[in-house]
């Protein structure tokens, strides 16, 4: 059995990637834990143990964004979730979500690593969005705690508002790259 | 080059929109020129007495100016030089900028002295479909023909360079938006920004106003008491003053798409010239989704269509005026206006007060309206009933000839006589800019009254309202009145405001009498009478393509060319078909119209591909190792839209040496590949083995916890389209594998199965593809190095082939799966994808001892080719069942259902002598078939062919190998191959000829050549 101690580094897809200069900064927030949640939300023997690990009830109106504590509870369909939690934090709390549901049908998943999260500040966050995102983020529409999967040009992505001007944009690990580059050229375009 | 012409001698000293102090030097045909701020490069020629600007497209006549808009068909320049060079642009609707370069283009070798005018005296050679008729035979011959035939006509030049500017695409959204802004779009923007929606007001102009533009200074304009130059200023300071109206100048709305979708082209810097934008894009591509639409786009003036009515100088009436007013321009100093309304007298008006001496010809026997008269008080000389019946000058018009009509407008009658002018200005009538309304599927209306073409609805199919002009409505006051009344309902229906209209302006407005349509002005004699200017078809062109059976406007339309040029026949169409239902003895509404397509007007193809081009056109996909591939000089391999490592030459390596090296020192040693692009999929629910067993075609039920199964899925027609290794991760827990390029289309699958036939199964898939990064190592000393690294029992019996672990490995947690693509003891070490590039690095690490040899795709397909494992998509071509591929094994007797097991009972699938599998050995090791060769029975050549004709199959897969020998040991090739009845053929010789006529001999074998037993697989 081994017994060697490894130093063990985290690769992450964006930490070689330079924000781009203009309205909006680009940041990679690194290891955020990240659990799929499946379930019946009408079912109480699904909502209830889900609600008690998380400290709070899982958004039922579409688009939504939820926060209790250390976790942050993202609307994604009518049966699905996603949910953050602190690095590392997400073993652990597929544990206990799997041992509270025991049987009941659902489906709790690590997607730590599927999805990396982009932190887009700045005050034209909307205009470089406009630049490959097909949705109406105009503020009737679309504000803080509205979250939204759609596709930035060929990427497909999870859009959340943080506040009136800021998002975070979730996307696939391997599109990561794709996706900074073309918001970096958006940003400069929108500041030309 | 020239010194520099600076009179602009048709320049008037006042007046106009353009700014006189500040004048732009520019080039045209090489010869320098002066205009000034405001101008088009039109205008600015013009002023400087420029009438020849192009020559035609089959004739090589030359032609001027005909329009003041992007309805030009005759002025289309070649802008700009090298890499900024544009073809086919319009020298009416380019703005003028300091050093702009222009040449025309379609002569040779230059526009005054163009040898291609030879075509236009043998006119009569040249007929309708003279191009369908003479060039079509021999049919061989038809491409070297329209090769000389486009060379010849010549549309421009394209660069030769990358284009050096950006562009990009935006999408937006609002609640109305107006297209055009003239007099309709500005009045309906105003009443819809007033009640609070989000309007968007678009014009492909410069600046809003329209076709009050035109007649700006005239003293024809005047809205609410004041002119309409300070209405538009003042409709404009509100609208700045509402946060949620966006005035969009430079943009034209070039596509009207279903659920109001609709696309603009913003021209963001090329009123600057090139370079000069700075940082910016040059042009943007907007994507509108707008929930409901104002179409405002105005009216084009037609020509019209009598003898020699396409000489430089002879223009649009409306386009006269417009040079006059707008730019500051009079085109000519003696104007013939030629009119059959109301319309053309705003011309003679303005251009006598302007200096010119002017002349009208008016069709009508006995107009009397209220500009009629002032024309005539302010010294126009008008003749009435009267036709131009032929012109005079060659490079720009001289002088035209006019006779009497007779009293049903058929024909001339008494005698003509001449009258000297240097324009002669052509007031046709209107026809409504329906184009968007088309575009959008609605239906146009003939209203014979004001022979138009008018939208039917008024509310179309796609929510839009026509306002002004494109709607019919061309008086001023009506226009304004509609415009208001449309942006009002406009954002009710959207969902703001009371819809109530607040009273138009009042507008100036001069009672018209009514249109004299006459689509062809008759003449003595064969003269060619011009419908269609850019591509040369004349009125005697439709009527030929109508004796000669042509009655579908579509099929006159493309035998004549009429509106196929850049222009789409905006000025020509209607005149054309016209022309046509005459010749045809039908009604107009009869013939109807072609159909409008988008986009409105040309758009650079690098607006619409806008920033997807070099890095971003396609997203590059690699996985968390990828670093350590490129530092150690992996040659890589598009896999779907994956890098792939390719194989790792060593340095002085080619691939062969390369991939031979790799396949060796994997089947002796340890081998470790990237294998994290596999798709994977995990699996939850009480009813994930009843979706096994319906996706795959094999028994799952019994797998048992951490044991792995391969499978492969069918389509409904019972055809392998994915294969992979599912694991059973607990009771109601799976891990499912695809291939790296299916994995999107199986998670699809699944979806669709599960969301539209079996809603009833409760099973959750989710992708996690990217959530695991996978590291294969194969080999004699694959466990041996994995031994080191982990905390998990790697003995045969703990962990057996196709078993399953859970624990540590270098450190982090990981799942080992015993599964082997390489026929070798082989484990999957799969690990979340942050330490995938520990894992690798650690893997390296300590196989160093090993002598562990990093390896690519190339090497991963030989030596599975060597176990006859297929690679579905290489392999299999959509057209392979199971049986197939020798993989009865494969497919459950005992199952009730699986997806296309209905197939196998079709009498096609289950017949004899379908393609199969097989191996093939070449006769001489040496020779590696090329993937794609087709496979000949070895029978002779058909006599006298000296061709093989019957074909059976094609080689799927073919490689070197080192690890399969020849008779002296040496490394030989192996393929695999479809054989028309391949399992039937086993130790036959077959042929493969080759495309350099070689014929290579091949037997056919088992598609196996490699440990047949699997003891090294399972050891």
């Given amino acids: 059995m081994v017994d060697t101690v490894f130093k063990v580094i985290k690769a992450s897809p964006l930490k070689s990637m330079a924000s781009p200069a203009g309205g909006v900064s ?98 034209d966050c909307r205009d470089v969005l406009a630049r490959g995102c097909p949705l109406d983020l105009h503020p009737r529409n679309f504000g803080p705690g509205s979250c939204a999967q759609s596709h930035f040009s060929h990427a497909t992505i999870l859009l959340h508002q943080i506040n009136d001007t800021d998002f975070d944009i979730q996307i696939r690990w391997t599109y990561a790259q794709y996706l900074w580059s073309y918001l970096a050229e958006a940003v400069e375009n929108v500041a030309a | 080059m020239s010194v520099s012409a600076n009179n602009q001698a048709y320049r008037l000293d006042a007046g106009g929109r353009i700014d006189r102090s500040r004048p732009l030097s520019f080039t045209f045909n090489g010869k320098s020129y002066t205009g000034y701020q405001g101008d088009t490069l039109a205008s600015a020629l013009i002023a ?49 900028y300091e050093g702009l370069k222009a040449a025309s283009q379609n002569c040779w070798p230059s526009v005054n002295h163009d040898i291609g005018e030879v075509n236009s005296l043998f006119g009569r050679l040249f007929p309708a479909g003279f191009y369908y008729k003479t060039f079509m035979w021999p049919p061989k011959l038809w491409m070297w023909y329209e090769e000389r035939i486009r060379h010849a006509a010549g549309m421009g030049v394209s660069p030769l360079e990358n284009d050096p500017d950006k562009y990009e695409n935006v999408h937006t959204h609002c609640d109305v938006l107006v297209a055009g802004g003239g007099p309709a779009g500005l009045a309906a923007a105003l009443t819809a920004g007033r009640t609070g929606a989000r309007v968007i007001l678009a014009d492909e102009q410069d600046q809003m106003g329209g076709a009050l533009l035109s007649s700006y200074g005239s003293g024809h304009d005047q809205i609410d008491g004041i002119p309409a130059a300070e209405w538009i200023e003042a409709t404009l300071r509100e609208l700045a003053t509402m946060p949620e109206v966006r005035i969009m100048p430079r943009t034209t709305v070039t596509g009207y798409y279903d659920y109001n979708w609709l696309t603009a082209l913003e021209k963001v810097t090329d009123h600057m010239g090139p370079g000069n934008g700075g940082n910016s894009v040059r042009q943007r591509f907007w994507k509108i989704r707008a929930k409901q639409v104002v179409l405002a786009t105005g009216a084009i003036e037609r020509p019209l269509v009598f003898a020699e009515n396409d000489r430089p100088g002879i223009m649009m009436a409306g386009a006269v005026r417009t040079y006059i007013n707008r730019f500051g321009v009079l085109p000519g100093k003696e104007i013939l206006v030629f009119t059959n309304n109301d319309t053309g007298y705003y011309t003679a008006i303005d251009a006598k007060k302007a200096g010119a001496r002017v002349y009208v010809a008016d069709v009508r026997p006995d107009p009397q309206g209220a500009l009629v008269l002032e024309a005539e008080a302010l010294g126009v000389k008008v003749y009435r009933n009267t036709v131009i019946t032929g012109t005079r000058g060659r490079k720009a018009v001289t002088g035209a000839e006019v006779m009497e009509l007779n009293a049903d407008g058929t024909d001339v009658t008494g005698s003509h006589f001449s009258i000297d002018c240097d324009i002669i200005a ?56 509609e415009g208001m009344s449309a942006g009002i309902r406009a954002a009710l229906d959207a969902g703001f405001g009371d819809g109530a209209a607040p009273a ?43 004796r000669e059976g042509m009655i579908s406007v579509e099929h006159t339309k493309r035998y004549t060319t009429t509106g196929m040029g850049t222009d789409q026949g905006k000025t020509s169409n209607v005149t054309g078909l016209a022309i046509m239902a005459a010749a045809q003895g039908r009604e107009i509404p009869a013939v109807g119209t072609t159909t409008f397509r988008p986009p409105y007007t040309p758009q650079a193809f690098g607006a619409i591909t806008g920033q997807d081009r070099r890095g971003l056109f396609e997203q590059e996909r690699t996985t968390s190792m990828h670093p350590w591939h490129v530092a150690n000089g992996a040659v890589f391999e598009d896999v779907g839209d994956w890098k792939r490592p390719w194989y790792f030459p060593k340095t002085g390596e080619d691939m062969h040496a390369a991939v031979q090296r790799e396949c060796r020192a994997t089947r002796d040693g340890v081998g470790i590949m990237d294998a994290s692009t596999l ?63 299916g994995a999107a289309r199986v998670m699809g699958w699944l979806e669709e199965w599960l969301q539209t036939e079996w809603p009833d199964m409760q099973v959750y898939c989710t992708s996690v593809t990217e959530q695991w990064a996978v590291a294969t190592i194969s080999g004699p000393r694959a466990r041996v190095l994995l031994s080191e690294l982990t905390d998990i029992d790697l003995d045969v019996e703990s962990l057996p082939f196709m078993g399953m672990a859970e624990g540590t490995v270098a450190g982090v947690p990981a799942r080992i799966y015993r599964i082997s693509f390489t026929g070798e003891v082989a484990f999957e070490i799969n690990v979340p994808q942050v330490y995938g590039l520990h894992l690798w690095e650690t893997l390296m690490a300590h196989g160093e001892k090993y002598d562990i040899c990093p390896y690519g795709t190339e090497t991963m397909h030989v030596l599975r080719a060597e176990k006859g494992f297929i690679i579905v998509g290489q392999d299999t071509d959509g057209t392979c069942t199971p049986m197939d591929v020798g993989m009865d094994w494969i497919v459950s007797k005992k199952k009730e259902d699986f997806l296309g097991k209905r197939s196998f009972t079709r009498s096609d699938t289950i017949k004899e002598g379908r393609k199969q599998l097989v191996g093939l050995l070449t006769e001489d090791p040496k020779i590696v078939l090329p993937e794609g060769a087709h496979i000949a029975a070895d029978a002779n050549p058909e006599p006298g062919l000296g061709v093989y004709t019957k074909a059976l199959g094609h080689v799927t897969s073919s490689y070197m190998t080192p690890n399969v020998t020849d008779a002296s040991g040496q490394g030989r090739s192996i393929a695999m191959a479809l054989v028309r009845d391949g399992r039937n053929r086993m130790g036959d010789t077959l042929a493969v000829p080759l495309m350099d006529g070689s014929v290579v001999r091949a037997v056919v074998t088992e598609p196996i050549f490699f440990d047949p037993e699997g003891e090294r697989t399972r050891g």
């Fill in chain 1, 26 to 123: 680009l940041r990679e927030k690194p290891f955020v834990g990240k659990i799929n949640l499946r379930g019946n939300i009408e079912d109480g023997d699904f909502t209830g143990p889900v609600e008690r690990v998380l400290g709070g009830v899982l958004p039922s109106r579409p688009n939504t964004v939820v926060g209790y504590g250390a976790f942050t509870i993202y609307w994604l369909g009518p049966d699905e979730w996603l949910v953050h939690t602190p690095e590392d934090g997400q073993g652990d709390l597929v544990d206990r979500l799997r041992a509270a549901l025991g049987d009941v049908h659902s489906a709790v998943t690590d997607v730590s690593d599927y999805f990396v999260v982009i932190e887009m500040r700045g005050p």
């Fill in chain 2, 48 to 96: 400087n007495g420029v009438k020849l600007v192009g020559r035609s497209f089959k004739y090589h006549r030359p032609r001027g100016f005909l329009s003041a808009g992007s309805d030009e068909p005759n002025a289309i320049v070649q802008l700009e030089e090298g890499a900024h060079t544009e073809p086919n642009t319009r020298a009416t609707v380019i703005e003028l």
């Fill in chain 2, 426 to 481: 052509m007031a046709g009538g209107w026809n409504p800019t329906v184009h968007l309304f088309s575009q959008s599927r609605g239906k146009l209306r003939w209203d014979e009254d004001a022979t138009m073409f008018v939208p039917r609805e008024s509310v179309a199919i796609n929510p839009s309202r026509s306002a002004g002009c494109c709607n019919g409505t061309m008086n001023l006051p009506a226009v304004l009145a």
């Fill in chain 2, 504 to 546: 138009a302006p009042s507008a100036s407005s001069v009672m018209e009498e009514p249109i004299r349509a006459l689509w062809e002005v008759p003449c003595h004699g064969h003269k060619k009478k011009f419908h269609e200017f850019q591509n040369d078809s004349t009125s005697a062109d439709v009527q030929l393509a109508t």
């Fill in chain 2, 679 to 741: 798709g994977k999929i995990d699996i939850q629910g009480p009813d994930s083995v009843r979706l096994l067993e319906m996706v795959y075609t094999n028994a799952w039920e019994k797998l048992g916890v951490g044991r792995c199964r391969y499978g492969v899925m069918l389509n409904e027609h019972g055809m392998i389209f994915d294969d992979g290794v599912t694991t059973r991760l607990g009771d109601n827990h799976f891990h499912m594998t695809t291939t790296t390029g």
